[in-house]
């Protein structure tokens, strides 16, 4: 396989993960087990809503990264086909309760920003079950 191919490749698989965050709704959650709402200084905010937009901020700085480290849709934004994001083990790394920004990435791991200069640190699934589906074909 060519190297333009590849890249060809690539570009087309962070091009169906882009419409498939921005096919999700801004104004809903799209499945269970996400949060929209918490109590912030200026009363509440759409937490959904920010981890929409990390998830394409995540695409535009590293999902060609992501690509060719291997990882799968489902390993970055799957959910359970019917409990949504309530199973952990069928949540992928970018389906966060709250928005994070994404440091370092490798073959294995995911390096997250948490509010407080933490990191948090998500390990590729060995396997990815069965259940498991793109959130954006939750419940379709």
Same mark, same amino acid.
């Given at each position: 396989?060519?190297?333009?191919?590849?890249?060809?490749?690539?570009?087309?698989?962070?091009?169906?993960?882009?419409a498939g965050v921005l096919s999700?709704?801004?104004?809903?959650?799209?499945?269970?087990?996400?949060?929209?709402?918490?109590?912030?200084?200026?009363?509440?905010?759409?937490?959904?809503?920010?981890?929409?937009?990390?998830?394409?901020?995540?695409?535009?700085?590293?999902?060609?990264?992501?690509?060719?480290?291997?990882?799968?849709?489902?390993?970055?934004?799957?959910?359970?086909?019917?409990?949504?994001?309530?199973?952990? !083990?069928?949540? +992928?790394?970018? $389906?966060? *309760?709250?928005? %994070?920004?994404? =440091?370092?990435?490798? @073959?294995r791991e995911i390096h997250l !920003?948490?509010? +407080?200069?933490? $990191?948090? *640190?998500?390990? %590729?699934?060995? =396997?990815?079950?069965? @259940?498991?589906?793109?959130?954006?074909?939750f419940g379709k």
């Amino acid at each position: 396989m060519s190297a333009a191919l590849a890249l060809s490749d690539s570009a087309r698989l962070v091009a169906s993960w882009r419409a498939g965050v921005l096919s999700l709704p801004e104004h809903q959650v799209p499945c269970p087990g996400m949060i929209w709402t918490e109590r912030g200084p200026a009363g509440r905010s759409g937490v959904w809503r920010s981890v929409r937009k990390a998830m394409l901020v995540f695409l535009d700085d590293w999902g060609k990264a992501a690509v060719e480290f291997g990882w799968s849709t489902e390993a970055l934004f799957g959910v359970h086909r019917l409990a949504g994001a309530s199973r952990a !083990d069928c949540t +992928g790394t970018m $389906v966060t *309760v709250y928005p %994070r920004r994404c =440091i370092a990435l490798c @073959e294995r791991e995911i390096h997250l !920003d948490r509010i +407080g200069g933490s $990191v948090v *640190v998500d390990h %590729r699934p060995l =396997i990815t079950p069965a @259940e498991c589906v793109p959130i954006w074909l939750f419940g379709k």
